[in-house]
């Protein structure tokens, strides 16, 4: 192969599926190229035809009902440059998991779960390369090692089940790396792992990478890995290149409109550095957003969580009794005042959501006090909760396509509280409507239209419009916009603010992503294996970190700026220990220094 | 009124006239047709393969299977109709209590549906349809109870699934009662399971009439029904197919024809499956 040449050229393609009315174009017209030893970031949005692209460089798209409908797609292998678009099956077999890696999204579904690691891991390696068992095993641990698996020995025998998710990826990225692979595509490697795994992962693939030369094509949707990874950008929309150029080059000086959209759309940790309040994003192509969201100047609490404690039965044996308890949310304190929004943040398994949802009582807590504007929703029954309590708190849910009904109409669904909490009827009910479709900024046209017409940031406007239909003094959202496209999750967070300065709402805004929390919030919560460690205003929080959990936490985002890697050589996280506990395990309170005014520390002797 | 969509497919559109087209043999077959015609014996022609006389040929007793089969409709679809649909009344409500309430009402309830389970569903019928007596009526509610079982446990599972669904959640937040919460959040998401096992359990409570009947317990000889027809059938598979296979049709029509209508029928409910709604 002679120097400078690429070892992967992908001209025109072209990738159909087949529809019930014609094919469907997943890919319209495509090309860039990736030389030997650099990553290539494929980023783009969902329905973008990112991973069609790289389904289409293994011939994988096939399986899914495409076809790829023109162009070439070459790849340099020894015996000289194949076009793998009219490859024979024979070959491709060869080339798969030989001469090129892959590396899924879900490492929970991408390791077969009835056999061992080691089973997994030799196969390929007895097939392409004719390793004996024995030979074959040794190179399964050398691989591990490689990955930097804690007691490789042990793993090998272990079946994935009993392997984290970080883990089981590392050992998806060793099975990619078994037969030295000259190119690895990883399609959004990390996107369902935690933020510190993440890091790992990112530096793991980055490390080796450099150590064996071989090069990387990199899906992704998000931007701030990309900023991490990349050689070389390539940015698509709708089946279609945008822009392709050196990763400097697109962060700092982007041509198209539609990279200036989607990098503004971006919240990149940092930026909100000695900003006194939350502030919309200013979004290219639209007008921007007011909202006045600096704290009152004599903050007047409405939510009061005090000791607040859930635990969740593990049941086993014959009878199905308590066996132990998961320790969710473990005396969490806090304080919301009116018209502002407090953030927890913390990777999953935390507690964070067990929390939102034990205020709201859709999970009952254990014990501990929630008081809104003075009144125990605790001690309401399930009659008063349903009169009153829900009456003032409302809650946005993570999931777009789960949190309406499919069978009813939009009216229908924002217009049930104004209906059951007396609030409107008749034609005042649907002037009521049609406001807070305003309000949401849809047309008035989707009244009559079901969920599955709209799209996700469609139907979570939808889902806040009927949560903000009771006039609410608060929202608990959970991952609300987690679920989103980076372009609608700004255009959702922004509306959020917008009806937060309109209204004075109050939110309980639940995230595992620190830079969307920077943005949005007034104050911050750190939430670790069901407590609060360390919590106080953005500022605080952010800029002067003091808990070691939140400072590796932050340490651990990767940041929209390639000038600024934050990705490095072998990190290595604690592992989160188990919150499973046997019964009558009683933990100690969760005691607190105060660091600065507000500012409030674990004291870190108990777990 | 226009057709719904998914009736106006092949599919649906196939499925709705078969189904029509039994039910309207069923109902007008008995008005039309002597009630005898299907006793008649003609004992010259015992086991007569298709012919002008017997278009459809006869059975061991000289019967013509034409008719016996048109007549026999009425009693095979009546008990099959009556029992699914008693299955569902009983079986909805059940499941959706004890998937919708959980905790002690849950295993209170599905103790006792398992209790019904561990048994054949066949044996059950037999056992109640022994008890009550053999009639009409006492064969419909033999099947129905012994059908109720399957179907309650099926939409508990249901229940349970969309009772922890985010929509519900929200719906309980809005303020809705328990009962408009299951009538309006919960019913209609479960609905297409429901349909789907409906079908199903309407062509084995045919086959089910036909067992009680081979006992001696559902449709009394020398009355018609398609089960009784085809588990006579079973000496003269050899020597006379037909015997066999006018009946067997006649069950496979229906059971093609439920299923396509079934099928519709949920799409029909579905507004993701409705075609330029938008």
């Not at chain 1, 990874?229 to 990763?247: K, S, Y």
């Not at chain 1, 198209?256 to 994003?281: C, F, I, N, S, W």
């Not at chain 1, 917008?498 to 995230?511: A, D, R, V, W």
């Not at chain 2, 033999?142 to 922890?164: D, H, K, N, S």
């Amino acid at each position: 192969m002679p120097d400078g040449s690429p070892l992967v050229s992908i001209d025109n393609l072209r990738v159909e599926f087949r529809g019930e009315d014609g094919p469907i174009v997943g890919v319209e017209d495509v090309s860039f190229s990736i030389k030997p030893g650099e990553t290539v970031c494929v980023v783009g949005e969902s329905g973008s035809g990112k991973s069609v692209t790289s389904l289409s460089l293994m011939r994988l798209v096939e399986f899914g009902g495409g076809r790829i409908a023109g162009g070439k797609l070459e790849f340099a292998r020894d015996s000289g440059v194949l076009d793998v678009a009219d490859a024979d099956p024979e070959i491709m077999q060869q080339i798969r998991g030989n001469e090129i890696g892959m590396i899924f999204q879900e490492p929970m579904t991408s390791l077969n779960p009835v056999f061992t690691v080691e089973r997994q891991m030799t196969d390929g390696l007895r097939l392409h390369r004719g390793l004996s068992q024995s030979k074959a095993r040794a190179r399964a641990l050398e691989l591990l090692k490689q990955v930097r698996i804690p007691e490789p020995e042990r793993r090998l025998k272990q079946y994935p089940h009993e392997l984290s998710g970080g883990m089981r990826q590392r050992v998806v990225i060793a099975m990619a790396m078994a037969c030295e692979p000259r190119l690895l595509i990883a399609d959004e490697p990390t996107t369902a792992l935690d933020v510190t795994i993440q890091a790992e992962i990112l530096a793991l693939i980055d490390r080796l990478k450099r150590e064996t030369g071989m090069a990387v094509l990199f899906i992704t949707h998000d931007m701030a890995v990309v900023a991490q990874m990349a050689d070389r950008v390539v940015v698509m929309f709708r089946g279609n290149l945008v822009e392709e150029g050196p990763v400097e080059q697109i962060f700092t000086n982007p041509q198209q409109d539609y990279t200036k959209a989607l990098l503004a759309a971006v919240p990149r940790l940092g930026e909100m550095r000695g900003k006194p309040a939350p502030e919309p994003m200013r979004l290219v192509g639209q007008s921007p957003v007011e909202a006045d969201l600096k704290p009152a100047r004599k903050p007047e609490p409405l939510l009061e969580v005090q000791n607040l404690t859930t635990r969740y039965p593990v049941k086993g044996g014959v009878f199905r009794r308590p066996v132990a308890n998961v320790h969710a949310v473990e005396d969490v304190s806090f304080t919301i005042n009116k018209g502002e929004t407090l953030a927890l943040v913390g990777e999953s398994g935390c507690g964070k959501s067990s929390c939102g949802r034990s205020i709201l009582r859709l999970t009952e807590p254990t014990s501990g006090k929630v008081l809104l504007d003075r009144t125990d929703i605790i001690a309401m029954n399930d009659r008063d909760l349903r009169r009153r309590g829900w009456r003032d708190m409302q809650m946005v849910f993570q999931d777009p396509f789960a949190s309406l009904n499919p069978y009813m109409r939009l009216k229908d669904q924002v217009a049930e509280p104004l209906m059951n909490y007396g609030l409107a009827s008749g034609s005042e009910l649907k002037d009521r409507i049609a406001t807070l479709f305003d309000h949401v900024e849809l047309p008035r046209s989707f009244m009559t239209r079901f969920p599955h017409e709209l799209s996700g940031g469609q139907r979570q406007r939808i889902a806040i419009a009927r949560a903000l239909a009771v006039n609410p003094k608060l929202i608990v959202a959970d991952e609300a916009v987690s679920a989103l496209d980076v372009s609608v999750q700004a255009q959702v967070l922004n509306l959020m603010m917008e009806l937060q300065s309109e209204f004075g709402i109050s939110f309980l805004f639940i995230s595992h992503d620190m830079a969307v929390v920077e943005r949005v919030s007034h104050r911050v919560g750190v939430m670790y294996l069901g407590r609060l460690v360390e919590t106080g205003s953005r500022a605080q929080v952010f800029e002067n970190p003091q808990h070691s959990y939140t400072r590796s936490l932050m340490s651990a985002v990767p940041v929209a700026d390639p000038t600024r890697k934050t990705i490095r050589d072998d990190l290595n996280f604690r592992p989160i220990p188990s919150p499973v506990f046997p019964l009558g395990h009683e933990p100690g309170p969760s005691e607190y220094t105060e660091v600065a005014p507000g500012h409030l520390v674990l004291k870190d002797n108990k777990t | 009124m226009k057709l719904p969509a998914a009736f106006r497919s092949s599919k649906g559109l196939i499925g709705a006239v078969l189904v029509l087209m039994i039910l309207l043999v069923a109902i007008i077959a008995p008005l039309v047709i002597p009630p005898d015609m299907a006793t008649q014996m003609d004992m010259r022609a015992r086991l007569s393969p298709p012919t002008l006389a017997h278009p459809l040929g006869t059975d061991q007793l000289g019967r013509d299977l034409m008719y016996r089969v048109l007549l026999g409709a009425h009693t095979s679809i009546y008990i099959a109709t009556a029992a699914v649909l008693m299955s569902i009344v009983i079986g909805l409500p059940l499941g959706l209590i004890s998937g919708y309430v959980g905790k002690t009402t849950d295993n209170i309830l599905m103790r006792l549906v398992d209790t019904l389970l561990a048994f054949p569903a066949l044996l059950l019928a037999l056992t109640i349809s022994a008890v009550l007596g053999p009639n009409l009526q006492n064969t419909i509610i033999a099947i129905g109870i012994a059908f109720t079982p399957f179907l309650a446990r099926i939409i508990r599972g249901e229940a349970l699934r969309v009772a922890q669904m985010p929509y519900v959640e929200a719906a309980r937040t809005a303020g809705n009662s328990d009962t408009r919460l299951i009538v309006r959040h919960i019913l209609p998401n479960i609905m297409p399971a429901v349909i789907v096992q409906s079908t199903i359990s309407l062509a084995f409570a045919i086959l089910a009439e036909a067992g009680l009947s081979f006992l001696g317990l559902g449709t009394q000889p020398p009355d018609a029904s398609w089960g009784l027809m085809i588990q006579a059938s079973r000496d003269y598979l050899d020597r006379a197919p037909w015997t066999a296979l006018v009946p067997g049709a006649a069950v496979a029509l229906t059971v093609l024809g439920l299923n396509m209508f079934g099928d519709a029928l949920r799409d029909a409910l579905d507004p993701r499956a409705r075609k330029g709604a938008t």
